[in-house]
């Protein structure tokens, strides 16, 4: 694969030269299917991925009762932070949400080029700050604010990632993502669709109007962003 | 003041004698009073604190004030691992929970410590996945659990940090920590009471019955317990 795709996937773009070609040696690109299960909870991580242009979900899975999404991960990240910890295992699952294209490298290669470099291990320890910022304000924002708001940030979170303003989801899925009744969802999907924000129909969302969308949206979605720019500039 | 041992910190206790002795000169001892807020969210960290009988929560603060608590962090843990990531600032404000004392060790000289003993920062990375499922579970637990257990799963955490059966806690405290009003805390501690697994007075909250405890409590509890013991090298007795 050329550079210039590796370099679709934001952290893979920012390795120097070295790290890149390291890292690779002991890689593959691999298609991603929807709803694939590339991470499994409480097993060990076998492979890191980079997503090219795919987005998997974080998922904490509950005994009794469906699971939350905590995380969101696409081209601007990566899937594998408890290796960067030097752990071995994950407590949550990575759930492929959008198909598409991820280079995995994998599990113990990946730890050998992370001691080999420093600055590797440098960036990939500002993405693990990056995510566990977005683990704090993912938990706040599931508590405090409303579905419409969260579901306006989940739709811009997904295009971001995806670099599309055409998402393929039915109202089941994202009430899985939002941790929410399907009635729920489907109320507040149809108020963003009357305010002209989305085009919704079976399993297809269209983003019609991006800056409405961020008015709509709670102020996470901005915060997020703006706070990614900066730690990984 | 009698000043707790560093190595009551499981932190500082898994490192070799030789770091230890190397560490311990640059550490301070602090006094850490319940309210005492060791950073505010967004702020610059300087330090990094190694509480040894005192809990820290980290509370993510709401344009409106509103606030919850993401994690607990005690004896086995540090407070402001966003030093060594790389992040500089924190998303999270960082407030003494349960009063008591920490070692605190300098930014600059944390990053000294960690090219001479690898050691260090392997431990603080290994605690980094741990706190990582702490806040996933978290944002389980406020979207999906009753509030009754979710205060069952918040003081077990609590006593865990402290090695103790006891509590010094308001109620408005552990509301605030829930993200819920003081009266659904009241009412839900009553019933604890009234089960014979609490005794509750005036601020102080003493648990009679752990086992009755922990299966009143959500899942959350055991999968951040066993975790946290697996990463750190802890195994249940």
């Known amino acids: 694969m050329m550079r210039a795709?590796?370099?679709?996937?934001?952290?893979?773009?920012?390795?120097?030269?070295?790290?890149?070609?390291?890292?690779?040696?002991?890689?593959?690109?691999?298609?991603?299917?929807?709803?694939?299960?590339?991470?499994?909870?409480?097993?060990?991580?076998?492979?890191?991925?980079?997503?090219?242009?795919?987005?998997?979900?974080?998922l904490v899975e509950t005994g009794d009762r469906p699971p939350v999404e905590i995380g969101l991960v696409g081209r601007e990240g990566m899937l594998g932070v408890p290796l960067i910890l030097g752990a071995r295992q994950s407590s949550a699952s990575g759930l492929v949400q959008a198909p598409g294209l991820a280079w995995r490298v994998e599990a113990g290669h990946f730890m050998q080029c992370l001691r080999d470099s420093e600055p590797l291990r440098r960036r990939m320890q500002c993405y693990v700050h990056v995510y566990m910022t977005q683990l704090t304000e993912a938990a706040s924002c599931k508590h405090f604010h409303k579905l419409t708001e969260r579901l306006a940030r989940w739709l811009l979170m997904s295009a971001d990632r995806l670099q599309s303003s055409e998402?393929?989801?039915?109202?089941?899925?994202?009430?899985?993502?939002?941790?929410?009744?399907?009635a729920g969802t489907t109320l507040a999907a149809r108020g963003l669709q009357e305010r002209g924000l989305i085009d919704y129909s079976r399993g297809h969302i269209e983003l019609l109007d991006r800056g409405g969308l961020e008015s709509a949206s709670c102020a996470c979605y901005a915060r997020e962003k703006k706070r990614y720019a900066y730690l990984m500039r | 003041m009698n000043r707790p041992a560093p190595e009551r910190n499981h932190i500082l206790n898994?490192?070799?004698?030789?770091?230890?002795?190397?560490?311990?000169?640059?550490?301070?001892?602090?006094?850490?009073?319940?309210?005492?807020?060791?950073?505010?969210?967004?702020?610059?960290?300087?330090?990094?604190?190694?509480?040894?009988?005192?809990?820290?929560?980290?509370?993510?603060?709401?344009?409106?004030?509103?606030?919850?608590?993401?994690?607990?962090?005690?004896?086995?843990?540090?407070?402001?691992?966003?030093?060594?990531?790389?992040?500089?600032?924190?998303p999270s404000r960082a407030v003494v929970q349960s009063a008591g004392s920490a070692y605190r060790l300098s930014g600059a000289r944390l990053k000294r410590e960690f090219d001479r003993h690898g050691?260090?920062?392997?431990?603080?990375?290994?605690?980094?996945?741990?706190?990582?499922?702490?806040?996933a579970q978290t944002a389980v637990c406020n979207r999906h659990h009753a509030l009754d257990q979710q205060l069952c799963r918040w003081l077990l955490l609590s006593l865990d940090r402290l090695e103790s059966n006891?509590?010094?806690?308001?109620?408005?405290?552990?509301?605030?920590m829930i993200g819920v009003r003081r009266e659904g805390v009241t009412e839900a501690a009553g019933r604890l009471q009234k089960l014979g697994v609490?005794?509750?007075?005036?601020?102080?909250?003493?648990?009679?019955?752990?086992?009755r405890l922990e299966a009143l409590s959500c899942e959350c509890y055991a999968v951040?317990?066993?975790?946290?013991?697996?990463?750190?090298g802890l195994h249940r007795g």
Do not use: W
Request: some cysteine.
């Open chain 2, 166 to 176: 006891e509590l010094r806690v308001t109620q408005e405290l552990i509301a605030n």
């Open chain 2, 14 to 90: 898994a490192l070799p004698l030789a770091a230890r002795e190397h560490l311990y000169p640059h550490l301070k001892h602090v006094v850490m009073p319940f309210g005492m807020v060791l950073y505010e969210s967004g702020a610059v960290l300087r330090h990094i604190y190694f509480p040894v009988d005192s809990i820290v929560s980290l509370l993510y603060v709401l344009s409106s004030g509103a606030s919850a608590e993401i994690a607990v962090v005690g004896n086995e843990g540090a407070v402001g691992v966003s030093l060594f990531m790389g992040g500089e600032t924190t």
């Open chain 2, 198 to 211: 609490i005794r509750y007075s005036r601020g102080k909250i003493t648990v009679l019955d752990r086992p």
């Open chain 1, 5 to 58: 795709e590796l370099a679709k996937n934001l952290l893979l773009g920012r390795l120097g030269t070295g790290d890149l070609h390291s890292l690779l040696l002991e890689s593959e690109p691999v298609t991603l299917r929807a709803g694939a299960k590339v991470m499994v909870a409480g097993q060990k991580v076998a492979h890191v991925y980079f997503p090219i242009d795919c987005a998997i979900s974080l």
């Open chain 1, 167 to 182: 998402l393929a989801l039915t109202h089941e899925y994202l009430s899985y993502m939002l941790g929410v009744r399907r």
């Open chain 2, 119 to 135: 050691q260090l920062l392997n431990v603080l990375l290994r605690y980094t996945q741990s706190l990582i499922t702490q806040m």
């Open chain 2, 224 to 232: 951040v317990k066993t975790e946290t013991d697996r990463l750190m």
